[in-house]
T-cell receptor
Framework: NAGVTQTPKFRILKIGQSMTLQCTQD?????MYWYRQDPGMGLKLIYY???????DKGEVPNGYNVSRSTTEDFPLRLELAAPSQTSVYFC????????????FGSGTRLTVV | QKEVEQDPGPLSVPEGAIVSLNCTYS??????FMWYRQYSRKGPELLMY????GNKEDGRFTAQVDKSSKYISLFIRDSQPSDSATYLC???????????FGKGTLLTVNP
């Protein structure tokens, strides 16, 4: 099982550029999440989805957009990149029922210069 | 008051020590408690999860929940250098769809 796959692993963007961070899971999980992690700040939820076609904002959604057209994929779009978006981004997925906890991807390290 | 508080450390111990990592929380609806381990430059991985109060043991790791005090702990016995990582607690009420995470404690086990 691949679990949660994120691409790319690293990226340098110039201010004002746009990009899409890709996330795919093969566990048939309904729930998917995007977090950013800054040093000493913990995980901050950007957007989440409880199923295909349903997305909602987390605590830090500004400057980002998401879509969920399939169960497997949950891409994160950055429009007009800013230095404040320099961070490590993690995608995660979780199942329903009695299995608790999320599976995380290995992260995308993004630098905006 | 934040929903989940976790001392960020850093915590440095000698190899073989017993390590205690802790989180406190304020939401009495939380019933499911998890510990994640995150190695440097990697994603968090689920280490253990427990339901309600009590202890759960898995090898050198023991998770403990005291709902009356709103306090959870992770104990690591005979700590190894390979245990060096950031440990995050997480918790939720009845649904898996939205976990609340602590900020993580950075642990270093010195050979």
């Amino acid at each position: 099982n691949a679990g949660v796959t994120q691409t790319p692993k690293f990226r340098i963007l110039k201010i004002g550029q746009s990009m899409t961070l890709q996330c795919t899971q093969d566990m048939n999980h309904n729930y998917m999440y995007w977090y950013r992690q800054d040093p000493g700040m913990g995980l901050k939820l950007i957007y989440y989805s409880v199923g295909a076609g349903i997305t909602d904002k987390g605590e830090v959604p500004n400057g980002y957009n998401v879509s969920r057209s399939t169960t497997e994929d949950f891409p994160l779009r950055l429009e007009l990149a800013a230095p404040s978006q320099t961070s490590v981004y993690f995608c995660a997925s979780g199942g329903t029922g009695t299995v608790y906890g999320y599976t995380f991807g290995s992260g995308t390290r993004l630098t905006v210069v | 008051q934040k929903e989940v508080e976790q001392d960020p450390g850093p915590l440095s111990v000698p190899e073989g020590a017993i390590v205690s990592l802790n989180c406190t929380y304020s939401n009495s609806a939380f019933q499911y408690f998890m510990w994640y381990r995150q190695y440097s430059r990697k994603g968090p991985e689920l280490l253990m999860y427990t339901y309600s109060s009590g202890n759960k043991e898995d090898g050198r790791f023991t998770a403990q929940v005291d709902k009356s005090s709103k306090y959870i702990s992770l104990f690591i016995r005979d700590s190894q250098p390979s245990d060096s990582a950031t440990y995050l607690c997480a918790m939720t009420g009845g649904s898996n769809y939205k976990l609340t995470f602590g900020k993580g404690t950075l642990l270093t086990v010195n050979p």
